[in-house]
């Protein structure tokens, strides 16, 4: 099984409220990642999990939070939505010392009013 | 930083012709992984192949690329078009090959049309 689950799977925010999504993975994959993919503009990786080790992106380390609880889930939390958060997050999971290869979930598409 | 270049957005090839997908790529590491990966309509991305060692070929379901880290390229190439392979192709860098990050070019939409 290489499924990577993502919910909710189509998210209505309003300007100024908190969103949180939600990616789990069965493949006991160390590594676990989150991207934004606006259209016509490449996957921007925002953060990733190597185990525990949250490692942000420079540019978006104060817009976007993570966490962990366990080797299966990972959450991506924006705490209050701008406009311009609207896009489709994409989570991904790879396991170490298999080439890296991302297993990535359906997306979660975030439309910010 | 680490960045990988894709130059055409779209690509229409009548079936039957070569595929040829451009790919090049940036990064201050000497070993990168480079990968392809597909996303066919209303699917999730996947990988088609991912080469990490220069100037050897690596093939999958009848594309292939090579890795040349002397001109940083890493170009998808395929010698006929088949209708199905019309989807959008994207490029990724990734320093090491394990617990790090990937960093994606902005794809490339193949359309082939019979």
């Known amino acids: 099984d290489t499924t990577v689950k993502q919910n909710p799977r189509y998210k209505l925010a309003r300007v100024g409220k908190p969103v949180n999504l939600i990616c789990s993975q069965t493949m006991n994959h160390d590594t676990m990642y989150w991207y934004q993919k606006k259209p016509n503009q490449a996957p921007k990786l925002l953060l990733f999990y190597y185990d525990k080790i949250l490692n942000r992106e420079a540019d978006t380390f104060e817009k976007f939070q993570s966490s962990r609880p366990n080797n299966s889930f990972c959450s991506l939390y924006i705490g209050s939505a701008g406009l311009e958060y609207s896009a489709m997050y994409l989570c991904?999971?790879?396991?170490?010392?298999?080439?890296?290869?991302?297993?990535f979930g359906e997306g979660s598409r975030l439309i910010v009013v | 930083g680490d960045s990988v270049t894709q130059t055409e957005g779209l690509v229409t090839l009548t079936e039957g012709l070569p595929v040829m997908l451009n790919c090049t790529y940036q990064t201050i590491y000497s070993n990168p992984f480079l990968f392809w990966y597909v996303q066919h309509l209303n699917e999730s991305p996947r990988l088609l192949l991912k080469?990490?060692?220069?100037?050897k070929r690596t093939e999958h379901q009848g594309f292939h690329a090579t890795l040349h880290k002397s001109s940083s390229s890493f170009h998808l190439q395929k010698s006929s078009a088949q209708l199905s392979d019309s989807a959008l192709y994207y490029c990724a860098l990734s320093p090491a090959n394990s617990g790090t990050y990937q960093r994606f070019g902005t794809g490339t939409k193949l359309q082939v049309v019979p």
């Open positions: 080469s990490f060692t220069d100037n």
């Open positions: 991904a999971s790879s396991r170490t010392n298999s080439g890296n290869t991302l297993y």
